[in-house]
């Protein structure tokens, strides 16, 4: 897969991306590192979905994190949800468990 193949998901994929995949991206993405079990997430992602459809050249990851996930660990992932906003493969900044659509937003905010 090469990293023009790598587009947005609605649902926490287990695809195995990697670390170096990630840091190739071209062009803005916010990655959502979660599980979809997990309540935090799931009271998130109303939130999460409504800032993001906003931003329509923003790509959206949603990433299964978890015990043995290797991408996760390699962006210090502790909590979930965790947003990581990327400019071409490049932490601009993050926020953990956000709770409303205005937290996401400020956080896309940054890439302006």
Known sequence: MTTNDIGSNSEYTEESFTFEQISELPGDTLLDFGAPWCGHCQ????????????????R???????????????????????????????EVDRLVRPLTADEVRELISKLN
Do not use: C, N
């Open 43 to 58: 009271a998130a992602s109303p939130a999460i979905k409504e800032a993001v459809a906003e931003h329509s050249g923003l």
């Open 60 to 90: 959206h990851i949603k990433i299964y994190d978890g015990k043995g996930k290797r991408l996760g660990r390699a962006f210090r992932v502790k909590l979930w949800p965790t947003l990581i906003l990327l400019r071409d493969g490049k």
